[in-house]
């Protein structure tokens, strides 16, 4: 499809702009500071909106269909909270407006409802995203140790762990010491033991992991950490599988971050914006990025005067407009809703597996969370994950997560969740089964895909060797 | 509850193939002390008692007449940007990791890393970044990576919100932040000299800075490469390279910018658009996803992420940054806004320009003189004898006067959006 570039001709207009209204002045701007080209596209109206309406053709999103996209919980994102998203009131409104107690009352009562669903003591709701979610509460621990002269500059994570913890890790100058998994896909604990040093800050877990399973010693974990003087981060991205089923902070885990994005339903925007949320218990919370909202007897302000604050990781707020979308989601479900996003998020997810386990390996046989992870070990004629991943688009279907985690040799990682009915997901699992069956009978057909995309399979290598990352 | 399609009888033959009696069953791997029985949290509304909630909620937010910028900017957004965005193939996909349903997005964001090198002068952007605060921390990162120095300067004509972003950033890595002091509006030059030695890693500048002025890129660039530093510009305010050298035209190494004017509402602070770009020879430091060209099977043209050795999911804790989620449908309105606006984005400029400074010649007229004396685009501070006070004044009066700088003076933005009307209004009340 030819860019909006080649479809330019010189004086097209796509925008009319009023007349200037006042005196013109001259010369206001030196010579030397102004430019003197300027190189943008010059197209109508019409053709703009068929352009990028002719683009969004060639994407695929949630309404278009079943996205099983492990640990990245593609669930529907209910309509009613894009037109709340856009009122006036909240679209509008500019971050250093002094009309603001409407927006600061939404964000003091999302942090408590946060609060009442994580049972940790505060939450800030500045990051944008998961990954700069761990790095608040990275730094928050790091300032933490400072604070109380410890030196601590180790971060210890599972190998299962998103590969955002590790990275994160990094930019907060720690360095990062990996512990296996059992047999179970848990956390080894005598591993643990022997890595748990006085260097030791914290340990980053993701609950349920990354196969989707619960760490069943949690408890103990959390106990070993606390009694070598360290703390508990949780990677709680995975959330949708305990919502009104258990609180984090009962773990024993200290700091926390979210995905709105994920667990609360709001879109994914192709990559976002997003929204990761850090709570954190009592003894962290003067160590928040500033500002806070606080509620006092005639009105909410904003606190800046939080002495031990790391300070700040984004401008203003945070991704205000995120936070009305899970805001009101909240609203809409309820305390039972959540409970019954949790239920059925896990029990289509086991339903699943158990299906889908007669036909694929299942390298880590137990009860599941929010997801499972299925290996390409043992495919007829050498089909491997990214065949069948690209066998799924010709049938309609966004693939599963691929290749992560990384200890299960060609993952497959599937996840469901709770607004998927039996029936996508049987027709989900009738499709997985045949495309089995064409490795057997038709491996070439399989290995080959796509066939009825825009494009077939993409030379990543020569993108790569031939940088070509703009038109010129 | 709507968002949930099984039935009971779905569910109990559900159960029943995974070999349970009851879903609580499903969660009997969580230790038994700390299952909950409930939440304590309101009962769920229905579709109509939360549009009236929330519909309340906002009209507590009341949208006034505004002359607030310091880094938010009330633009007009062609109603082209948000249908686009507003189609769901759009805003309910993940980030486009199986390229061959995802050509959309991708296309457009090679349009969009297009129109950002054009405008910028720059040579490769990223797809997006958080924002223009957090985009310009990651900057400091990435000259430390580049130069292997420690040392970042940051003039107090930086947003102060930006300024505070990059020392919580560099605070955790262990960067030395070295001030420049505030002269007459723009970064001090004889500190700037004085301070870049060989141990700076980079030079942040914003301009058009916090102040509004206009600050000489060219003669602060020479300083900076003197030194071998790596010279960031920040633009928080991109309506401006309408009119403006690009920052590539005045030998920026990185480029930074907050994309929110481009397309994007000013939503109470976010989410908005991280805009980051750099010369060629560094675009191995960039952080964050990148697009690129490609062939398919068939020889045929088509989009990928690319360069991704840098990131995360491949390289663990060795990646150049954490990022992973970033703001792709911003991003994708800005892409939608530039081409609607296309070379009248000069225009646009220009009524910015002009508009603000009919309104610094109605305050002048009216007794209030600029606070600095240099060239501003659509930002500027006055002298405000009690600021606080008259601010309150004018707020009762329906205006939202601008930022509250000091004690005696205020900052004022004006867009195409202000008239004429509102500008005398508030020189009147102000003389009054």
Known sequence: MQLIFEKSKEGRIGSELPNLDVPKKDNLIPNGFLRNELNLPEVDEVTIIRHYTA????????????????SCTMKYNPKVNEDIARLEGFALLHPYSPHNQGALQLMYELNEMLCEITGMNKFTLQPAAGAHGELTGLMIIKKYFEDKKEKRNIIITPDSSHGTNPASSTMCGFTTITVHSNEKGQVNIEELKKELTKDVAAIMLTIPNTLGIFEEQILEITKLVHDNGSLVYMDGANMNALLGIAKPADFG???????????????????GPGAGPVGVKEFLKEYLPIPIVEKTNENYKLNYKNKKSIGKVKAFYGNFGIMVRAYSYIKSIGADGLKAVAEN????????????????????????KHEFVLSDEGMPNDVTTTDIAKRLLDYGFHPPTIYFPLIVH????????????????DSFIETMIKIKDEANSDPEIVKTAPHTTVVKRLDAVKAARELNLRHK | MRFIPNTNKQREEMLREVGVNSVSELFKDIPKDVLIKSLNLPKGLSEIELKNELRKLGENNKITTSFLGAGAYNHFVPSVVSHIIGRSEFYTAYTPYQPEISQGILQAVYEYQTMICNLTGMDVANASMYDGASALAESCIMAV???????????????????QVVRTYCNAHGFKIVDIKCDNGCSCLDEIRNKVTDKTAAVLIQSPNFFGCVEDLKEIEKIVHDKGAIFVVAVIEPTSLGILCSPGGCGADIFVGEGQSFGN????????????AAKEKYMRHLPGRIVGATVDSE??????????????????????????????????????????LGKNLKRLAELNLQKAHYLAGKLKEAGFGLVYDKTFYNEFAVNVKDAKKVYKKLL?????????LDKDSLLLCVTEMNTREEMDELAGVLRN
């Not at chain 1, 683009?55 to 492990?70: A, K, Q, T």
């Not at chain 1, 993952?411 to 029936?423: F, G, L, R, V, W």
């Not at chain 2, 045929?300 to 050795?309: D, E, P, R, S, V």
């Not at chain 2, 009762?396 to 509250?404: C, D, E, Q, R, S």
């Open chain 1, 55 to 70: 683009l969004s053709r060639r994407n695929f999103g949630v309404d278009n269909g079943f996205y099983p996209l492990g």
């Open chain 1, 253 to 271: 885990v200290d700091v926390l971050h979210l995905n709105l994005h994920k667990t609360f339903s709001t879109p994914h925007g192709c990559g």
């Open chain 1, 345 to 368: 998020a896990v029990l289509n997810a086991n339903y699943m597996k158990e299906k889908l386990k007669k036909y694929f390996k299942l390298p880590y046989d137990w009860l599941c």
């Open chain 1, 410 to 425: 060609g993952a497959i990682m599937i996840e469901p969740n709770e607004t998927e009915s039996k029936e996508t997901m």
């Open chain 2, 145 to 163: 990576n580049i130069t292997h120095r420690n040392e970042i300067i940051v003039p107090e004509t930086i947003h102060p919100e930006y300024g």
């Open chain 2, 265 to 276: 509402a000013v939503n109470f602070g976010g989410p908005y658009l991280g805009i980051m």
């Open chain 2, 299 to 340: 020889g045929k043209k088509g989009y990928l992420l690319t360069l991704q050795a840098r990131e995360q999911h491949i390289r663990r804790e060795k990646a150049s940054s954490n990022i992973c989620s970033n703001e792709a449908l911003c991003a994708l309105a800005a892409t939608v806004y530039l081409a609607t």
């Open chain 2, 396 to 404: 009762k009066k329906g205006f939202v006067a601008g930022y509250l």
